[in-house]
């Protein structure tokens, strides 16, 4: 069974930077397809950055384009969000999920089947 646990997330100012981890055990992470999530107080679960199986590509929501970055680390079995610039709305708890189905990257929550339990990213002055 994969278990995927998130760390990183913290209280940074505006224009500040984290970086995210998910990292996996139970199964090796080279078999999935990984995206980042997060969900505000009173929204909906949103998908912000996803990897595919392979590293062949990756996606990220318009909002983040250009500040957040995905990457994996097969030998660490973890995936990252790097988070920079960051803004007051982005202040959500962040998950990480996997998909063993799809090749491609996708950011709908509803395909993917693993999650994490969440890290607090609070970005204020």
């Known amino acids: 069974q994969l278990q995927l646990v998130e760390s990183g997330g913290g209280l940074v100012q505006p224009g500040g930077s984290l970086r995210l981890s998910c990292a996996a055990s139970?199964?090796?992470?080279?078999?999935?397809?990984i995206g980042w999530f997060r969900q505000a107080p009173g929204k909906e679960r949103e998908g912000v950055s996803c990897?595919?199986?392979?590293?062949?590509?990756?996606n990220y929501e318009d909002s983040v384009k250009g500040r957040f970055t995905i990457s994996r680390d097969n030998t660490k079995n973890t995936v990252y969000l790097q988070m920079n610039s960051l803004k007051p709305e982005d202040t959500a708890v962040y998950y990480c999920?996997?998909?063993?189905?799809?090749?491609?990257?996708?950011?709908?929550?509803?395909?993917?089947?693993?999650w994490g339990q969440g890290t607090q990213v609070t970005v204020s002055s």
């Open positions: 999920a996997a998909q063993p189905r799809f090749l491609r990257c996708v950011l709908p929550p509803t395909d993917y089947a693993y």
């Open positions: 139970g199964r090796t992470l080279d078999y999935y397809g």
């Open positions: 990897i595919s199986r392979g590293d062949i590509s990756t």
